[in-house]
């Protein structure tokens, strides 16, 4: 809306102009999602009390755990709105990038929120089924992958980006694309929620990851940065900048209560929705190797669940204490802040790996 008004208004006053720099407007969305979610914070928290939206943890989980029982969820609401609110003031409404990701949230916020809203009705841990929750991710990511490939302007925009090779940029079929942007869509929302389950476990790497995702879009967006790194230029991608701004700001804002002791929990409506987020940037900028690496705190997380399950399945023997590996550590007798923070420095340093990819082709 104020890159609009800037454009209107410049021809009063040539100063309105400023309204309308990327900079600015990602300065801008940022603290303006900041300043939503710090306030309304505990507003949000005495609702969801109100109505008695609280979460309800597993017996087969850590004992620790169980002095959670009651304490508010759904606070990804909260993240979303303040997300949303933020990116309609200060992003470039003209721009079908922006849109994506707008109706990526929404889409997978419906998941997240019929997923939670089950588990409170039930008064148990067990929301959507598995398979249902499987179903609706796969049909909102293969209409959201399609439009992508259908509404492509030119052949980077559906290419295959490999790390540390310049020469490397693979045009794909519409098949290869939309299997690929499906599995990363799915995957990633899967693998965030799966790893929120300590305070503040989930949503600081999801924040450092949109901050290192919204460089590389506005490094793309940009033609002599892009050609300086040897990367496609997306004319569209720059404006992403400020949608990741935006969820750096409710990120951040969200942490300040959900940091250990948590005062409230993101639940599904949350880490689904932030999964799918970072899931949808890294195809947009056709980056999904390197978001790999940033995020090989939520791959790992995901890939403990599933070396579990096949060992018990196979062997009858179980490789970690219990999954995700977090739980493990815990079981082992780490206290949670430190698993914490010892997973957001892990966060930290591959993506600094990750980013380092882009100069050393």
């Keep these: 809306m104020f890159e609009y008004l800037g454009t209107i208004l410049t021809d009063i006053d040539p100063g309105f102009d400023v309204l309308r720099y990327l900079t600015v407007r990602t300065l801008g969305g ?4 900041l300043l939503i ?8 928290i005495n609702k969801i009390k109100e109505i008695q939206f609280e979460q309800f943890v597993r017996k087969e989980g850590p004992k620790s755990h169980y002095k959670k029982t009651g304490t508010p969820t759904m606070g990804g609401v909260l993240i979303i709105s303040s997300l949303l609110i933020s990116t309609l003031l200060w992003a470039d409404l003209s721009n079908r990038y922006i849109w994506v990701v707008i109706f990526t949230t929404l889409l997978f916020a419906i998941i997240g929120f019929l997923d939670d809203y089950l588990k409170i009705k039930n008064k148990s841990s067990d929301g959507l089924t ?9 049909v909102f990511s293969f209409a959201i992958v399609t439009y992508l490939y259908n509404s492509h302007q030119n052949i980077a925009e559906i290419s295959f980006i490999v790390p540390f090779f310049k020469d490397y940029i693979i045009p794909m079929s519409s098949g290869v694309f939309i299997f690929i942007g499906i599995f990363v869509l ?15 476990l989930a949503i600081l790497p999801s924040v450092l990851i949109a901050g290192a995702l919204g460089l590389i879009a506005y490094g793309m967006g940009n033609q002599i940065i892009a050609d300086y790194l040897y990367l496609p230029h997306l004319e569209l991608s720059g404006e992403l900048i400020v949608f990741c701004g935006a969820l750096i700001g409710s990120g951040i804002g969200f942490l300040w209560y959900n940091t250990y002791p948590a005062q409230i929990f993101m639940g599904d409506v949350g880490s689904l929705t932030l999964g799918a987020i970072l899931g949808i940037m890294a195809v947009i900028l056709r980056h999904e190797l390197v978001f790999a690496i940033m995020a090989g705190v939520f791959v790992l ?6 070396i579990q399950v096949i060992s018990y399945k196979t062997r009858g023997k179980r490789v970690f204490l219990m ?3 977090h739980h493990h550590f815990e079981l082992k007798g780490w206290p949670e802040p430190k698993i914490i923070v010892r997973f957001w420095i892990i966060t930290l340093i591959l993506i600094l790996i990750a980013l380092a990819t882009l100069k050393l082709r």
């Excluded at 940022?30 to 999602?33: E, F, G, L, P």
């Excluded at 997380?301 to 599933?306: G, K, N, P, Q």
């Design 30 to 33: 940022t603290v303006t999602a």
């Design 323 to 325: 999954a995700p590996i």
């Design 130 to 138: 598995s398979k249902q929750k499987i179903l609706m991710q796969f």
């Design 301 to 306: 997380e995901t890939l403990s669940v599933a």
């Design 37 to 44: 979610t710090i306030f309304l914070g505990p507003l949000f």
């Design 186 to 200: 799915i995957g990633s929302s899967n693998a965030v929620n799966l790893t929120d389950g300590l305070d503040g």
